[in-house]
Antibody, heavy 117, light 111 residues
């Protein structure tokens, strides 16, 4: 079955960077795009960007442009999301989600990132 | 402030029917972009409930249905069950933002 398994909880200081891993299995990684979405403490969902699993082409939300980098390793069927210059406003649960027909049909379990001094 | 507007909460008794609205603008739902719906229970990731406005993934109960008109969409849940007690989110694409947008989420309480 399709699985997206994310890396564990992170605690970072303001100004630092965080890199979240999303390891996939059960489907052809290069046939789908992978999206990254975060959920803030108020439960709001926010799209951050995506990567085409085959070509590696990326698209980022204007809000995160310049601070977020999404990459992938096709040999490991894994996607990565790195967010830099962290502030307390970046404290959230970060999800990877497989894109299908504009929707997100499979999700990782989420990675809690806490930014605190 | 979310781009798509949902009511913060709705409620209903077991067996009743409820609807959750999702209001957008001319750059997202009004532009003809599809709407998708997700269900989220505490401590879990969102789960796709409705895709492409009115389609259910395999395994999703036919008690869930989606509709769209003009600049808004709705999720209808019939024959409410206690297990439907959860958060529900709508999602679409926005051409002015060039990316996906979500509603703020609606907490459904099954009384």
């Amino acid at each position: 079955q399709v699985q997206l398994v994310q890396s564990g909880t992170e605690v970072k200081k303001p100004g630092a960077s965080v890199k979240v891993t999303c390891k996939t299995s059960g489907y052809s990684f290069t046939n789908y795009a992978m999206q990254w979405v975060r959920q803030d403490p108020g439960q709001r969902l926010e799209w951050m960007g995506w990567i085409n699993g085959g070509s590696g082409v990326t698209k980022y939300s204007k809000k995160f442009q310049g601070r977020v980098t999404i990459t992938r390793d096709t040999s490991a069927s894994t996607a990565y999301m790195e967010l830099s210059s962290l502030t307390s406003e970046d404290t959230a649960v970060y999800y990877c989600a497989r894109a299908a027909a504009g929707s997100y049909d499979e999700w990782g379990q989420g990675t809690l990132v806490t930014v605190s001094s | 402030q979310s781009v798509l507007t949902q009511p913060p909460s709705v409620s209903g008794a077991p067996g009743q029917r409820v609807t959750i609205s999702c209001t957008g603008t001319s750059s997202n739902i009004g532009a003809g972009y599809d709407v998708h719906w997700y269900q989220q229970t505490p401590g879990s990731a969102p789960k796709l409930l409705i895709y492409l406005t009115d389609n259910r993934p395999s395994g999703v109960s036919d008690r869930f249905s989606g509709y769209k008109s003009a600049t808004s969409a709705s999720l209808a849940i019939s024959w409410l069950q206690t297990e439907d007690d959860a958060f529900y989110y709508c999602q679409s694409y926005d051409s002015s933002l060039s990316g996906s947008v979500f509603g703020g989420g609606t907490k459904l309480t099954v009384l």
